[in-house]
């Protein structure tokens, strides 16, 4: 069982930064691939970057390319997200969540378990 739990989301200038962080719970947690998603008003929830359990591989949706960076702190049991140069189509709930690794990081919704309930993310223009 991992529980995890974001924080660090608000609201921020276009241009501007935030750190959203995941706490996770559970001695397994370094063995789980994780993942952030987000989910906008009025669209589906959408993949946003992924870490492998060992932090070697990540992986990004084409949007946030380039601006996002995840990372993880297998010894703090925490996920990372640093997002710069935001803009307001990144208004969104941010989701952090926990998925059985399987080779290959994982970038779909059903590939993850375990999910937090969610931070609050507002860019105005």
């Known amino acids: 069982q991992v529980q995890v739990v974001e924080s660090g989301g608000g609201l921020v200038q276009a241009g501007g930064s935030l750190r959203l962080s995941c706490a996770a719970s559970?001695?397994?947690?370094?063995?789980?691939?994780m993942g952030w998603f987000r989910q906008a008003p009025g669209k589906e929830r959408e993949f946003v970057a992924a870490i492998s359990w060992s932090g070697v591989s990540t992986y990004y949706a084409e949007s946030v390319k380039g601006r996002f960076t995840i990372s993880r702190g297998n010894a703090k049991n925490a996920v990372y997200l640093q997002m710069n140069s935001l803009k307001p189509e990144d208004t969104a709930v941010y989701y952090c969540a926990a998925g059985s690794s399987r080779g290959s990081v994982l970038t779909h919704e059903y590939e993850y378990k375990y999910w937090g309930q969610g931070t609050q993310v507002t860019v105005s223009s």
């Open positions: 559970g001695r397994t947690f370094s063995t789980y691939d």
